[in-house]
């Protein structure tokens, strides 16, 4: 058996973790670019290979029409669930997509799980690189708030990874269990969890057992389309507002351009959770540079309205079990939108208690993850994490309501017996509609499953027929049937409403092992030859260009040097070590770069590299 | 498939309606880490199923006897007691008048808003009618409370007087549902 790890597959970035056996701790594994944080970003090459992470995000900018962001947004969603989506974000959709969304990327078509599956493999690909093993299993984090459909949607991505996925675990949850490892903690917990795209709110009860520590979800509840994303939605709109009447400047919102100011404003957000003020330099088509001064105050004003939608699910969440923002003894802090200072500010003072923020926010929840993938693993147990389901169950009955069968925040696993029999002589079938959600409408919740009891012609009233309703341990429903006069097992072929079947995710497994032929580390050392290739070759011509006299002896010096030692590490095939003297030669050409550029724009390439200019 | 043992058998209960519940959370707890599909990762196909299905059984037994209307609903229905309202939609008889009054002005309500008129004084009429029933609400759950101590007292008493019992349990839990109803319309009128 290979390894098993912990995999926070987020919308922005994602991470993969393990726990480290010499010390006991869960740890992030560093991918070849140096980071633990993998973007969740997919691009599809004009040759037909995939690239993922950080030179699939480099190709935002340059091909975005074959390149993919956040595709978490589509899990588990159907056509009609996304317009809202589409106007925000650039996805490429497929008329061809029926239930399934089909995303295309250059000339090709991919379900969300496929995408998906890609970024997992990357993932698995630093852990076995990193352990020299293979990895076959894993853990992954899902948002609390995630339906039965999204759920199923990342357990396929998994397995079209070929990873046997050992839990779906709630994300909010990961994180308690990672900060448990850290300091000791009892009674109520309140984890507060706004992501790239999702938001979690979930309440736990710490209890020591002689057992050992158990993990308690009291309740959950969350939005899964609210997130840092919605942050730079609003930034980007309130720019492009601006350029459009200072510059008269209307670019598509979905545009190399738009991408790239897009970046340069999460720059400045980041910027203003450590400082006051924060300056925008962006240079436009028309030769103009585009420069506005941002205030934390004003950034607080405009992203007023995202934050204050966290705090519905907050209130709901605690009312839901009779509890006050008081009778909390901690509060945590995950994802990297809580950096923002606004979102801190308002979590203490909803709880009346500094917030815990002591673990990396975006690493918390793979480690969270690594964490149970151990405990899965081991034999001896010394934790427990008892979840909830987050939404209510429920069938649909006469005239389109819900009957509710099984409570949202009810303990999983979690099942409901429902008796049926028929209503006129002969009937062959009794219709079943399964639904999710708090609303009392069939049409207002979501369709997990529909299907179709087979019974034998009968009398009306004679045949009794049992069906349990079962939430497994993922949050995944499953469905089974008993004939009740005979005591057959009825098999039921539920199709579900928004998921993928069985038949397709072999089909896009053997699809994706075409795609994973290609070694990792060769194509790595691919990657990275091909980046020494354009910075060498733009030294090259900067070299050439009359502003470079103005370098002095020494510098030429140490560029012609770093230029030689790239040549040489780039025949070889250590990847590392190529990226290692790339970075070095950035570093010898930043003053030549400088010397490049014209003074008007010079000021927006501050820091920029020479492959850049 | 169905209930193999009993939710009172599994927490080694007896049939009884009063429930200490630091007892019953400290045996749920105790049988979650026995139960927990967590412990069956590497175990078994048939093993993982037999885990679910116990800790499916264990978490519903626990979500039921938690709740105290729950725990009388499910006592009826194992002891075959449990018949819902013929008549759902009667009021009960020493409810009529006020239930009466209460859908006037509800009905008042809805014109008013499909007209635009005023709202304020029916609304108001509304909240004090919500305030009233779920008074009713209160007393019909002491009332529940009552008939369970008696329940209790006559664990070991005649057939007859628990069949007694159990009816007048079952009356109260249609009882409480009706109210329960009403309360909910009028919350959603009022919202």
Request: glycine share 8%; net charge negative.
């Amino acid at each position: 058996m290979g390894r098993i790890v912990g995999i926070d597959l987020g919308t922005t970035n994602s991470l993969v973790a393990y726990l480290d056996p010499q010390t006991g701790q869960p740890k992030c594994i560093q991918g070849p670019y140096g980071s633990t944080l993998c973007p969740s970003v997919v691009s599809l090459d004009p040759d037909g290979s995939i690239a993922v992470g950080e030179p699939a995000r480099r190709r935002l900018l340059t091909q975005p029409e074959r390149t993919i962001y956040s595709v978490k947004r589509l899990m588990g969603r159907g056509p009609a669930d996304i317009q809202d989506e589409l106007k925000l974000f650039p996805f490429r959709i497929d008329p061809s997509s029926k239930n399934v969304i089909r995303v295309k990327l250059g000339g090709k078509v991919f379900t969300p799980p496929e995408i998906s599956a890609f970024i997992l493999r990357e993932l698995k690909n630093w852990a076995e690189a990193h352990f020299g093993e293979t990895v076959d299993r894993a853990v992954i984090t899902v948002p609390a708030y995630f339906n039965d459909a999204q759920r199923q949607a990342t357990k396929d991505a998994g397995k079209i990874t070929g990873l046997e996925v050992l839990r779906l675990v709630n994300e909010p949850t990961a994180a308690a269990l990672a900060y448990g490892l850290h300091e000791t903690q009892r009674g109520k917990v309140a984890v507060y969890d706004l992501g790239g795209g999702t938001f979690d709110i979930s309440i736990l009860k710490l209890i020591s057992t002689s057992d050992g520590d158990i993990y308690q979800v009291l309740s959950t509840n969350g939005d899964t389309h609210l997130g840092g994303d919605d942050i730079d939605n609003l930034l980007q709109a309130f720019v492009h507002e601006l350029i459009l009447q200072h510059d008269e400047i209307d670019f598509s919102p979905h545009g190399e351009l738009a991408q790239e100011l897009r970046k340069a404003l999460i720059d400045v957000k980041h910027q203003l959770s450590e400082s006051e003020t924060a300056t925008l330099r962006f240079p436009l088509p028309n030769g103009k540079v585009f420069i506005h001064k941002f205030t934390r105050c004003a950034l607080d004003a405009l992203i007023r309205p995202v934050v204050d939608r966290t705090m519905g699910p907050v209130k709901q969440a605690l009312a839901d079990v009779q509890l006050k923002p008081t009778d909390m003894d901690e509060v945590v802090l995950v994802g990297g939108a809580t950096r923002t200072p606004l979102i801190r500010r308002t979590v203490q003072e909803f709880f009346g208690r500094p917030p815990h923020i002591e673990l990396n926010p975006d690493e918390v929840v793979a480690l969270g993850a690594a964490v149970q993938a151990d405990i899965l693993d081991q034999g001896v147990k010394t934790m427990l994490l008892l979840d909830v389901t987050p939404l209510s169950l429920g069938i649909e009955t006469y005239g389109g309501a819900v009957a509710k069968i099984i409570p949202r925040n009810s303990t999983i696993p979690a099942s409901a017996q429902e008796l049926y029999t028929t209503g006129v002589d002969n009937q062959t079938g009794i219709d079943i509609h399964v639904l999710q959600g708090e609303r009392e409408l069939a049409r207002d919740c979501r369709s997990l499953a529909r299907f179709t009891l087979r019974v034998s012609p009968a009398p009306a009233g004679l045949p009794r027929i049992e069906v349990k309703f079962l939430i497994d341990a993922n949050g995944i429903l499953q469905v089974g049937a008993k004939d009740l006069r005979t005591g057959d097992q009825h098999s039921i072929e539920v199709q579900p409403s928004y998921g993928i079947n069985h038949s397709e995710i072999e089909r896009m497994l053997e699809e994706s092992i075409e795609y994973a032929e290609q070694d990792f580390a060769e194509r790595q050392v691919i990657e990275a030859r091909t980046e020494s290739e354009s910075i060498l070759v733009a030294t090259a011509k900067a070299l050439a260009n009359p502003q470079s006299a103005a370098l002095s002896a020494e510098e030429r010096a140490k560029i012609e040097a770093s230029v030689a030692a790239l040549r040489e590490s780039v025949a070889g095939s250590d990847y590392k070590l190529i990226r290692k003297r790339i970075d070095e030669l950035n570093r010898a050409t930043e003053h030549l770069a400088e010397l490049l550029m014209n003074s008007a724009v010079s000021t927006a390439l501050e820091g920029r590299k020479l492959a850049e200019v | 498939m169905s209930n193999n043992s009993g939710y009172f058998e599994l927490f080694g209960l007896p049939r009884k309606l009063w429930i200490e519940m630091g007892a019953l959370e400290q045996k749920f707890l105790q049988l979650s880490w026995k139960f927990h599909p967590d412990n069956f990762v590497n175990a078994s196909e048939h093993e993982r199923e037999l885990s679910l299905r116990r800790s499916s059984e264990l978490n519903d037994a626990y979500r039921t006897l938690r709740d105290p209307v729950g725990r009388v609903e499910y006592l009826l229905g194992i002891e075959g007691a449990r018949k819902e309202g013929e008549h759902k939609q009667q009021a009960p008889p020493e409810l009529l008048e006020e239930v009466f009054e209460l859908n006037e002005s509800l009905d008042g309500l809805r014109e008013a808003k499909a007209a635009g008129g005023d709202l304020a004084t029916l609304k108001l009429r509304l909240e004090s009618a919500e305030k009233k029933f779920q008074e009713k609400l209160g007393e019909v759950d002491a009332q529940l409370q009552a008939a369970a101590r008696e329940w209790d007292a006559a664990l070991q008493g005649d057939a007859a007087t628990r069949k007694k019992i159990m009816a007048k349990l079952n009356e109260l839990l249609n009882h409480r549902s009706y109210i329960r109803n009403l309360v909910a319309n009028v919350q959603k009128e009022l919202l």
